[in-house]
């Protein structure tokens, strides 16, 4: 067992260096080979299977370390990431296999496998934008560590994502796992055959050779891996040429894009960074709200004076109060909501201000709570909101909480902090410079899901992106540097710069290209746990995407090509 599982933790422990905190982003083109041996090794179907997920536990263990820091119960969390997630790597691998045994080389059958099953995680179980029509969708999910992250820094590469989502990104760095692997295994089932084979009287090992496609099934349950000649034989060169043409594709186009004039001048934005820790966050405010002002207060004294202030995800102490228009509230919610707009206005911000904020507002006939982003304009009038749509479970919400109560032990809460999601893409109106711009805004970890983002250019298209979170939950690991890496794409899928105003950090501006322009520090690490008003003007660009306006096709089209594979083998085990 310890030959299979070996190749397994060791693509575990490479695809973590390719992420932070280590960064060692070339990684990820080679990280699943070893992994990969599985797909042909002549081994049980519970040594194989087990050995793929142990190398999953591997990977999401070390990689999402750092959510136990935020909490004592967040080791919980740790724990379910931890086991849950590799549930995917063992499907790929199944997928995987019954490529091969069509024929089809690793080179293709990898990314075919791999990446929809990362568009599964993202939106899994009740977060399927599909579910939208039928009034069935939650948001939900968990869209960290794909493969096409890895590569945030290269430039050139991860411009195909507006042409495909990070998916697009994704696919090419697995096909070129798969095209080594299908090298390093042309001439053998795998490494691995001496754990499970024997030599057969011809001296082959089992499981090398397989007459036809429909070979029968090994005593492990499954039909062998094809041979060589079957499976790809001379085609490993064949294959590899195309993954080089699809690799040289995408970063030529990739330098195409980036061809271009200079971004338009925007608006002037300054974005709030406190170093707050969320225990002093939660303990009074008192921290918070010192922290925040002293910041305000420097930002509204820079010279050029900015257009807009953005403060970060719940950083703005008080709550914001209304009544939905055309609702009766009752009289002590309709006085508390009076008093809360009399308060801004009394003491108005300079400039339109984004406040982070928890947002209370009276829909429906009941009390609603939500995690807001409000903006204001220079006379402390609402100019717009936006409620978070994509909430964190047992963060923002308790899953079967009315049903289950004894479930909210397991937040980091001492008192009931339950939202509702939001339900509108907000356009906010910004006026400077004698024109009117509009931005969306994403809260929190919203910047992971690229079917939100790309919402805000698919029609009445936003001049710029706002991504507003708390940070302070994870003081200083790398959970700071590996989300700023994910919201690059975001700038890409949409082609709109992204301002950031992140608690803790890292915050920063991201151009259209995906390029951070500004941060509060020299580099990323010193840019977290510092206090800085990070300002710029922002670079506008006016392009639309393809991926914008058609949405998640790339793993529309694997899963299309695995319910294929099904489909043929189905008809070949009829025949």
Not at 138 to 160: D, E, K, N, R, S
Not at 195 to 212: F, I, Y
Not at 490 to 497: F, H, T, Y
Not at 518 to 543: C, F, H, Y
């Amino acid at each position: 067992m310890l030959r299979v599982l070996l190749p397994a933790v060791a693509t575990g422990v490479l695809l973590w260096a390719a992420f932070f905190p280590l960064d060692l982003g070339p990684l990820g083109f080679v990280a699943l080979v070893p992994w990969l041996a599985l797909v042909r090794a002549d081994v049980s179907r519970r040594r194989r299977y087990v050995a793929a997920y142990l190398g999953g536990v591997v990977f999401f263990a070390l990689a999402t370390q750092w959510v136990r820091v935020a909490h004592p119960m967040m080791y919980m969390s740790w724990a379910a990431l931890s086991v849950i997630m590799p549930v995917t790597w063992v499907l790929a691998l199944d997928f995987v296999r019954r490529f091969d045994r069509l024929g089809v080389p690793l080179a293709l059958s990898v990314p075919l496998g791999w990446v929809g099953l990362e568009y599964v995680r993202m939106h899994f179980p009740t977060g399927f934008p599909f579910l939208a029509d039928l009034g069935l969708q939650h948001m939900i999910g968990f869209g960290w560590y794909f493969l096409g992250y890895t590569q945030h820094a290269f430039v050139p590469l991860i411009q195909v994502a507006d042409v495909g989502g990070v998916y697009a990104v994704s696919f090419v760095v697995a096909a070129v796992n798969g095209a080594v692997a299908g090298w390093v295994y042309r001439s053998r089932p795998s490494p691995l055959a001496g754990e499970g084979g024997r030599e057969s009287s011809s001296g082959r090992v089992r499981g090398e050779a397989v007459p036809s496609l429909s070979a029968h099934p090994s005593p492990g349950g499954e039909a062998p891996p094809p041979s060589p000649a079957r499976g790809e034989g001379k085609r490993p060169i064949r294959s590899t040429a195309a993954v080089l043409l699809l690799v040289a594709t995408s970063v030529g186009y990739g330098y195409w894009r980036l061809d271009h004039p200079e971004f338009a001048a925007g608006p002037r934005v300054a974005a709030l960074q406190g170093s707050v820790p969320q225990d002093a966050k939660d303990g009074g405010g008192s921290t918070l709200v010192e922290a925040y002002r002293k910041l305000f207060f420097d930002a509204l004294a820079e010279q050029p004076k900015p257009d807009l202030i953005v403060w970060p995800e719940t950083c703005f102490a008080d709550e914001w109060i209304e009544v939905a228009p055309g609702e009766q509230a009752d009289p002590e919610f309709a006085a508390a909501a009076k008093k809360c707009a009399e308060r801004l206005a009394k003491g108005p911000p300079a400039v339109p201000t984004l406040l982070g904020l928890n947002g209370l507002a009276w829909e429906g006939g009941r009390r609603w709570k939500y995690n807001s982003a409000l903006l204001l304009d220079t006379r402390g009038h609402k100019l717009g909101r936006y409620d978070k749509m994509h909430l964190v479970p047992f963060g923002e919400y308790v899953p079967l909480g009315e049903t289950l109560p004894f479930m909210s032990v397991f937040t980091p809460y001492k008192h009931d902090y339950s939202c509702r999601p939001g339900q509108q893409w907000t356009r906010f109106p910004l006026p400077a410079g004698g024109r009117k711009y509009t931005f969306g805004c994403l809260i929190c970890y919203e910047d992971s899901d690229p079917s939100l983002a790309r919402r805000y250019v698919a029609a009445d298209p936003v001049d710029f992106l706002v991504n507003i979170s708390n940070d302070g939950w994870f003081d200083g690991t790398e959970e700071h540097e590996q989300h700023l890496a994910i919201c690059r794409f975001r700038a890409v899928e949409a082609r709109r710069a992204v301002v950031r105003a992140v608690n803790m950090g890292i915050s920063g501006v991201i151009d259209p290209d995906g390029r951070v322009v500004a941060l509060p520090g020299p580099t990323w690490a010193a840019s977290k746990k510092v206090e800085a008003v990070v300002t710029a003007v922002v670079p506008l660009d006016s392009r639309t995407t393809w991926y914008a306006r058609t949405g998640d096709w790339v793993p529309a089209a694997c899963w299309l090509a695995v319910a294929a594979s099904f489909a043929l083998a189905w008809r070949r085990r009829r025949g």
